[in-house]
C-alpha cells in the first residue's frame, strides 16, 4: 500500500496540477462504482428467488383438509336429502287428486307443503271409509247369496219328490199349499221385523236383528204365528 501510495504520489508530482485532479476524479468514480456494485450483490443476495418458488407451487398440487372433505360430504348428502324430499312431495301432489284441484283460494299457486300433506291426511282418511263401506256391502251381499243357494235347494227338492211321487195319495197336499203356509209364516215375521229394525247404519241394524230374535222368535211366539197361518190356510181351502 506505502508503495502504491508513493507511486501514486510521485505520479502527482509529476504530472502538475492538472494531472493530479484528473486523478483524483478517477479515483473518486472508481469508489463509487466499487460500493454501488457492494450494494447490489447484497440486495441481490437478500431477494428471495420468486420464480423457483412459482415452479415448486404449481409442481405440488393442492391437498384438501380433512375439514374441507367433511364440509363437501355434508353439503352433498344435504343436497340429496332436500331431492328426495322434494320428489316425494312431487309425487304425493300427482297421485293424491285433491291435490290436482287447487282451491279458488289459493288460484295458481305452489300448493304449499302443509296443505299438500293436510290433503294427503284426508284423501287416506276417505279411502279407508269407503274400503269399509264396500266390504260391510260385500258381507251382505254374501249372506244373501247363501241365502238364496238355501231355498234353491229347497225349492228343487220339493220339485224332485212332487216329480218322483205325482199322484201319491189324494189327500196329500199341494205344493202351493206348503209354500202358502212357509209365505204366511215368513209374512207374519217380515211385518215384526219390519217395525222393529232400524236401517240407519250397520252396527245399529246389527243390534236390532238381535234384539228383534230375543223379543219375537221366541219358541211360543213363533207357535202361535204357525197355528194361525195353518187356521187361515185350512180354511181358504176347506
Not at 54 to 82: C, L, M
Not at 93 to 111: H, M, N, R, W, Y
Not at 194 to 211: D, G, H, M
Request: hydrophobic letters at 30%.
Amino acid at each position: 500500500m506505502t508503495g502504491r501510495a508513493e507511486d501514486g504520489g510521485a505520479a502527482g508530482r509529476g504530472r502538475g496540477p492538472v494531472g493530479e485532479a484528473l486523478f483524483m476524479e478517477n479515483a473518486r468514480k472508481s469508489s463509487i462504482v466499487s460500493r454501488a456494485n457492494s450494494i447490489g450483490s447484497t440486495s441481490a443476495s437478500s431477494v428471495p428467488n420468486t420464480d423457483d418458488e412459482d415452479s415448486d407451487y404449481h409442481q405440488e398440487p393442492y391437498k384438501e383438509s380433512y375439514k374441507d372433505r367433511r364440509r363437501r360430504a355434508h353439503t352433498q348428502a344435504e343436497q340429496k336429502r332436500r331431492d328426495a324430499i322434494k320428489k316425494g312431495y312431487d309425487d304425493l301432489q300427482a297421485i293424491v287428486p285433491t291435490c290436482e284441484q287447487q282451491d279458488f283460494s289459493i288460484g295458481s299457486q305452489k300448493l304449499s307443503k302443509a296443505i299438500v300433506l293436510q290433503k294427503t291426511i284426508d284423501y287416506i282418511q276417505f279411502l279407508h271409509k269407503e274400503k269399509k263401506k264396500q266390504e260391510e256391502e260385500v258381507s251382505t251381499l254374501r249372506k244373501d247369496v247363501m241365502a238364496l243357494k238355501i231355498m234353491k235347494v229347497n225349492y228343487e227338492q220339493i220339485v224332485k219328490a212332487h216329480q218322483d211321487n205325482p199322484n201319491e195319495g189324494k189327500d196329500q197336499v199341494s205344493d202351493e199349499v206348503k209354500f202358502n203356509v212357509f209365505q204366511g209364516i215368513m209374512d207374519s215375521l217380515f211385518q215384526s221385523f219390519n217395525a222393529s229394525i232400524s236401517v240407519t247404519s250397520f252396527q245399529e241394524l246389527s243390534a236390532c236383528v238381535f234384539s228383534w230374535i230375543e223379543e219375537h222368535c221366541k219358541p211360543q211366539t213363533l207357535q202361535d204365528v204357525v197355528i194361525g197361518v195353518l187356521h187361515q190356510v185350512k180354511s181358504q181351502l176347506y
